[in-house]
Nanobody, 115 residues
Framework: QVQLVESGGGLVQPGGSLRLSCAAS????????MGWYRQAPGKERELVAT???????VYGDSVRGRFTISRDNAKNTVPLQMNSLKPEDTAVYYC?????????WGQGTQVIVSS
């Protein structure tokens, strides 16, 4: 059983920063990709960023240059540093772990960007 636990969401003013983190536990292949997606009210879930075990990253167009993803392979954690936040970044942020054909999701953490 794989569990993903997110933390770090909250309320922040436009232009501010937040740092999310996700910790994975359980049994899974070391060949995996971890990352973040988000879903705003009334919208489809979209890619924020992913990172493979070797550090290769993929960013969504709307966050590239503002968000930075990293990972600690020893601890199976995936921090997401979010800078220059905008109201349109408001969403529930979900952690994902993909290995082979399987995808595991966290419960999500709410991020609200508002003055």
């Amino acid at each position: 059983q794989v569990q993903l636990v997110e933390s770090g969401g909250g309320l922040v003013q436009p232009g501010g920063s937040l740092r999310l983190s996700c910790a994975a536990s359980g049994t899974f292949s070391s060949i995996n990709v971890m990352g973040w997606y988000r879903q705003a009210p009334g919208k489809e879930r979209e890619l924020v960023a992913t990172i493979s075990r070797d550090g290769s990253t993929v960013y969504g167009d709307s966050v590239r240059g503002r968000f930075t993803i990293s990972r600690d392979n020893a601890k199976n954690t995936v921090p997401l540093q979010m800078n220059s936040l905008k109201p349109e970044d408001t969403a529930v942020y979900y952690c994902i772990l993909r290995t082979g054909s399987r995808a595991y999701w966290g419960q999500g953490t709410q991020v609200i960007v508002s003055s």
